[in-house]
T-cell receptor
């Protein structure tokens, strides 16, 4: 079966750095997405990785290792508004999106 | 203003009621999707429409009936639902039916459904 694993919940402090991990076992791989979803709001696109390595976009970076079936989302200089759920999704060999259950990130002052 | 609008935002219904969820996208996209989001579970793809034709139905019970009258509007008709159908129902759109072509799904804010 296909599976995406990410931690259910994480807590971090304002101004700090947090890394949210995502591991996957899928039939094939055609890319990995990260989405952010604030409570009661629509999920919004953060990043897309298809090649190994780190992609930086402002305070957010996303890393991919295809050989390890592993990705992480790195959030720097955390702000209270970063409190949200972060969803990892992998595109399989049939170009279907396989979703993780999401990681709820709580930021404390 | 969001490009994908869903109404109602909240809905409470009994198991014998008939109700509908509405989704409208203002992005000029050709593909629209219904997802179910339950607490602490992955997003479940329910239906995919491309150019107003259904291209995918992921074994969804018949008590959920989609309708796509044009490329801008998508409905989910609900009938004889069960309490376990209570969830957040998300609508999304993409320029084409291949979700990954553009690398981004555009979601609405969802309709929170409670079945009593």
């Amino acid at each position: 079966g296909q599976n995406i694993d990410q931690p259910t919940e994480m807590t971090a402090t304002e101004g700090a750095i947090v890394q949210i991990n995502c591991t996957y076992q899928t039939s094939g791989f055609n890319g990995l997405f990260w989405y952010q979803q604030h409570a009661g709001e629509a999920p919004t696109f953060l990043s897309y990785n298809v090649l190994d390595g780190l992609e930086e976009k402002g305070r957010f970076s996303s890393f991919l290792s295809r050989s390890k079936g592993y990705s992480y989302l790195l959030l720097k200089e955390l702000q209270m508004k970063d409190s949200a759920s972060y969803l990892c999704a992998v595109v399989d060999s049939n170009y279907q999106l396989i979703w993780g259950a999401g990681t709820k990130l709580i930021i404390k002052p | 203003e969001t490009g994908v609008t869903q109404t109602p935002r909240h809905l409470v219904m009994g198991m014998t009621n008939k109700k509908s969820l509405k989704c409208e996208q203002h992005l000029g996209h050709n593909a629209m999707y219904w997802y179910k989001q339950s607490a602490k579970k992955p997003l479940e793809l329910m239906f995919v429409y491309s150019l107003e034709e259904r291209v995918e139905n992921n074994s969804v019970p018949s008590r959920f009936s989609p309708e796509c009258p044009n490329s801008s509007h998508l409905f989910l008709h609900l009938h004889t639902l069960q309490p376990e159908d209570s969830a957040l129902y998300l609508c999304a759109s993409t320029p084409s039916e291949r979700e990954t072509n553009t690398g981004e799904l555009f979601f609405g804010e969802g309709s929170r459904l409670t079945v009593l």
